[in-house]
């Protein structure tokens, strides 16, 4: 019996000092901000080191456009850009046009939740390596070159659309 003591007595022992330890857990890692910006009012991008770009519209609508010649802020970087995700987004009527334009290994794009996007902008997707999205029920109109030069193979247009623009899909 003294020994199932001492034996016990150690094996307390033993645990009260790992519980005075500090604990270690393992996690994986956030992936690390490695360009980010901002454009109109209160709208920022950052693009991480896992490829994604994530779009923070703050809440607010867009109001804005990139053409051709000045190209969205994130085209600078458009070899680190695989996904792109639209955060706090979901008062944007519009993808701008040439929003992604160019982005060729872009191959995933996750709408805003519960989006009232109805359009999507002229070159919005043209050149990206997009094999599948899913659009969002509220859309209506999909403008021209829209998703030109793209890998889609996968996409259903929503019934709510009414209007397809010239080489939309070219």
Do not use: H
């Not at 393992?26 to 709208?43: R, V």
Request: some cysteine; overall charge negative.
């Amino acid at each position: 019996q003294m020994k199932t003591k001492r034996i016990l007595a150690m094996v307390l022992s033993i645990a009260m000092i790992f519980s005075m330890l500090p604990s270690f857990t393992l996690s994986a890692s956030a992936a690390e901000t490695l360009y980010s910006g901002s454009f109109s009012s209160g709208k920022t991008w950052t693009i991480d080191s896992d490829g994604v770009l994530t779009i923070d519209g703050n809440g607010g609508t867009v109001a804005y456009s990139w053409d051709s010649t000045t190209a969205s802020p994130w085209n600078e970087y458009k070899d680190s850009i695989t996904k792109a995700v639209f955060k706090n987004c979901e008062n944007w009527a519009y993808i701008p046009d040439n929003t992604f334009r160019g982005l060729n290994k872009l191959q995933e794009v996750v709408m805003p939740e519960n989006s009232k996007i109805t359009t999507i902008g002229e070159y919005a997707f043209t050149g990206t390596a997009i094999e599948a999205i899913d659009l969002p029920d509220s859309l209506q109109t999909i403008k021209k070159y829209a998703f030109a030069s793209c890998n889609i193979r996968c996409m259903s247009i929503p019934a709510s659309v009414t209007t397809i623009g010239d080489n939309a899909f070219y």
